[in-house]
Protein backbone atom coordinates (compact mmCIF):
# COMPACT_ATOMS: atom_id res chain seq x y z
CA UNK A 1 0.00 0.00 0.00
CA UNK A 2 1.66 3.53 -1.08
CA UNK A 3 0.80 6.98 1.23
CA UNK A 4 1.17 10.01 -0.01
CA UNK A 5 3.74 12.24 2.52
CA UNK A 6 4.92 15.82 2.09
CA UNK A 7 9.03 15.98 2.94
CA UNK A 8 10.62 18.97 4.73
CA UNK A 9 10.50 20.59 1.55
CA UNK A 10 7.25 20.59 1.13
CA UNK A 11 7.15 18.18 -1.76
CA UNK A 12 4.93 15.25 -1.99
CA UNK A 13 6.62 11.88 -1.77
CA UNK A 14 5.11 8.65 -2.15
CA UNK A 15 5.83 5.99 1.05
CA UNK A 16 4.77 2.28 1.65
CA UNK A 17 2.81 1.45 5.06
CA UNK A 18 5.42 -0.96 5.73
CA UNK A 19 7.91 1.53 5.17
CA UNK A 20 6.08 4.14 7.64
CA UNK A 21 5.95 1.11 10.13
CA UNK A 22 9.22 0.64 9.92
CA UNK A 23 9.80 4.19 10.67
CA UNK A 24 7.31 5.56 13.03
CA UNK A 25 6.08 1.30 15.13
CA UNK A 26 8.14 1.86 18.12
CA UNK A 27 6.66 5.63 19.05
CA UNK A 28 2.87 4.06 17.82
CA UNK A 29 3.51 1.20 20.35
CA UNK A 30 4.75 3.63 23.12
CA UNK A 31 1.69 5.73 22.37
CA UNK A 32 -0.29 2.99 22.40
CA UNK A 33 0.94 1.85 25.76
CA UNK A 34 0.73 4.54 27.25
CA UNK A 35 -2.42 4.99 26.83
CA UNK A 36 -3.44 2.30 27.84
CA UNK A 37 -1.50 2.49 31.03
CA UNK A 38 -3.74 6.04 31.75
CA UNK A 39 -6.74 4.57 31.09
CA UNK A 40 -6.22 2.03 33.47
CA UNK A 41 -5.37 4.15 36.21
CA UNK A 42 -8.36 5.81 35.60
CA UNK A 43 -10.31 3.16 35.36
CA UNK A 44 -9.14 1.87 38.91
CA UNK A 45 -9.34 5.45 40.29
CA UNK A 46 -13.21 5.40 39.32
CA UNK A 47 -13.48 2.14 40.78
CA UNK A 48 -12.37 2.97 44.24
CA UNK A 49 -14.57 5.76 44.31
CA UNK A 50 -17.55 3.62 43.20
CA UNK A 51 -16.70 1.24 45.99
CA UNK A 52 -16.19 4.11 48.86
CA UNK A 53 -19.76 5.46 47.84
CA UNK A 54 -21.64 2.12 47.70
CA UNK A 55 -19.82 1.42 51.14
CA UNK A 56 -21.41 4.91 52.18
CA UNK A 57 -25.14 4.20 50.60
CA UNK A 58 -24.78 1.15 52.26
CA UNK A 59 -24.09 2.37 56.01
CA UNK A 60 -26.69 5.05 55.44
CA UNK A 61 -29.64 2.57 54.18
CA UNK A 62 -28.77 0.13 56.53
CA UNK A 63 -31.81 -1.15 58.32
CA UNK A 64 -34.27 0.58 55.65
CA UNK A 65 -36.10 -1.20 53.18
CA UNK A 66 -38.07 -0.16 50.27
CA UNK A 67 -37.45 3.53 50.98
CA UNK A 68 -36.50 6.48 48.66
CA UNK A 69 -33.10 8.24 49.56
CA UNK A 70 -35.13 11.44 50.45
CA UNK A 71 -37.28 9.78 53.08
CA UNK A 72 -34.13 8.40 54.79
CA UNK A 73 -32.52 11.38 54.91
CA UNK A 74 -35.82 13.07 56.83
CA UNK A 75 -35.87 10.28 58.95
CA UNK A 76 -32.54 10.66 59.90
CA UNK A 77 -33.15 14.28 60.50
CA UNK A 78 -36.32 13.63 62.49
CA UNK A 79 -33.75 11.45 64.68
CA UNK A 80 -30.89 14.26 64.95
CA UNK A 81 -33.69 16.81 66.46
CA UNK A 82 -35.07 14.44 68.65
CA UNK A 83 -31.78 13.41 69.71
CA UNK A 84 -30.84 17.13 69.99
CA UNK A 85 -34.40 17.65 71.87
CA UNK A 86 -33.29 14.88 74.65
CA UNK A 87 -29.72 16.79 74.72
CA UNK A 88 -31.61 20.25 75.60
CA UNK A 89 -33.85 17.87 77.99
CA UNK A 90 -30.63 16.50 80.13
CA UNK A 91 -28.61 19.38 79.96
CA UNK A 92 -31.20 21.54 82.10
CA UNK A 93 -31.41 18.40 84.01
CA UNK A 94 -27.54 18.89 84.83
CA UNK A 95 -27.85 22.69 85.20
CA UNK A 96 -30.67 21.98 87.66
CA UNK A 97 -28.50 19.34 89.85
CA UNK A 98 -25.19 21.81 89.37
CA UNK A 99 -27.40 24.41 90.93
CA UNK A 100 -27.91 22.09 94.31
CA UNK A 101 -25.00 20.57 94.19
CA UNK A 102 -22.08 21.31 96.44
CA UNK A 103 -20.04 24.50 95.16
CA UNK A 104 -18.62 26.90 97.60
CA UNK A 105 -16.30 25.25 99.55
CA UNK A 106 -14.78 27.22 103.07
CA UNK A 107 -12.16 25.97 105.75
CA UNK A 108 -11.07 28.20 108.47
CA UNK A 109 -8.61 26.34 110.94
CA UNK A 110 -8.33 27.54 114.65
CA UNK A 111 -6.98 26.74 117.86
CA UNK A 112 -10.03 28.11 120.26
CA UNK A 113 -7.95 26.72 123.83
CA UNK A 114 -4.11 27.98 124.07
CA UNK A 115 -3.29 25.13 125.81
CA UNK A 116 -4.02 22.57 123.79
CA UNK A 117 -1.02 23.12 120.48
CA UNK A 118 -1.66 23.03 116.70
CA UNK A 119 -5.09 24.47 114.91
CA UNK A 120 -6.70 20.91 114.96
CA UNK A 121 -10.22 22.66 115.15
CA UNK A 122 -11.82 23.83 112.40
CA UNK A 123 -15.00 25.15 110.83
CA UNK A 124 -15.84 24.13 107.38
CA UNK A 125 -18.72 25.81 105.10
CA UNK A 126 -20.59 23.16 102.82
CA UNK A 127 -22.36 25.93 100.17
CA UNK A 128 -24.84 24.64 96.87
CA UNK A 129 -25.31 27.34 94.25
CA UNK A 130 -28.21 28.95 95.99
CA UNK A 131 -26.00 29.32 98.82
CA UNK A 132 -27.67 27.08 101.10
CA UNK A 133 -25.98 24.24 103.15
CA UNK A 134 -24.17 23.48 105.86
CA UNK A 135 -21.33 24.65 108.34
CA UNK A 136 -19.39 22.28 110.21
CA UNK A 137 -17.63 23.23 113.44
CA UNK A 138 -15.06 20.58 115.12
CA UNK A 139 -13.82 22.17 118.46
CA UNK A 140 -11.01 19.78 119.91
CA UNK A 141 -9.53 19.69 123.28
CA UNK A 142 -7.84 17.59 125.88
CA UNK A 143 -11.61 15.77 126.88
CA UNK A 144 -12.29 15.33 123.60
CA UNK A 145 -13.73 16.35 120.34
CA UNK A 146 -17.00 18.85 119.71
CA UNK A 147 -19.25 18.79 116.35
CA UNK A 148 -21.15 21.39 115.86
CA UNK A 149 -23.86 21.39 112.74
CA UNK A 150 -25.74 24.40 111.36
CA UNK A 151 -28.10 25.22 108.30
CA UNK A 152 -27.38 28.02 106.14
CA UNK A 153 -29.98 29.69 103.90
CA UNK A 154 -29.38 32.14 101.16
CA UNK A 155 -25.80 32.45 102.98
CA UNK A 156 -27.26 33.03 106.51
CA UNK A 157 -26.68 30.78 109.35
CA UNK A 158 -30.28 29.54 111.26
CA UNK A 159 -28.15 29.99 114.64
CA UNK A 160 -25.59 32.11 116.09
CA UNK A 161 -22.16 31.94 114.32
CA UNK A 162 -18.46 31.68 115.79
CA UNK A 163 -15.86 34.11 114.38
CA UNK A 164 -13.88 31.40 112.28
CA UNK A 165 -17.57 30.41 111.14
CA UNK A 166 -18.72 33.42 109.82
CA UNK A 167 -15.09 33.69 108.04
CA UNK A 168 -15.72 29.73 106.37
CA UNK A 169 -18.79 31.13 104.95
CA UNK A 170 -16.98 34.78 103.54
CA UNK A 171 -14.25 32.44 102.34
CA UNK A 172 -17.06 30.16 100.70
CA UNK A 173 -18.99 32.76 99.09
CA UNK A 174 -15.64 34.28 97.99
CA UNK A 175 -13.66 31.26 96.09
CA UNK A 176 -15.95 28.71 94.08
CA UNK A 177 -14.44 25.56 93.72
CA UNK A 178 -14.03 24.66 90.70
CA UNK A 179 -13.60 21.16 90.77
CA UNK A 180 -16.63 20.41 92.10
CA UNK A 181 -18.60 22.86 89.98
CA UNK A 182 -18.37 22.30 86.68
CA UNK A 183 -19.27 25.26 84.40
CA UNK A 184 -21.91 25.00 81.66
CA UNK A 185 -22.59 26.97 79.15
CA UNK A 186 -26.08 28.69 79.33
Known amino acids: ?37 VMLGVTFRLAIQVR ?52 HIGLVRFNPFGDVGGDQSFAVALLDGNHDGVILSSIY ?15 TASHTLSDEEEAAIAQALRDPSPALSPTLNP
Open 141 to 155: SRNGVRIYAKFVQAG
Open 1 to 37: MIGLVYNARGVRDEVSLTAFWTTYGFYMWLLTALVLL
Open 52 to 103: AAVQRYTALTRGVEGETLDEIWHARALQVADHNDQLTTLTQQVRELNQSSVQ
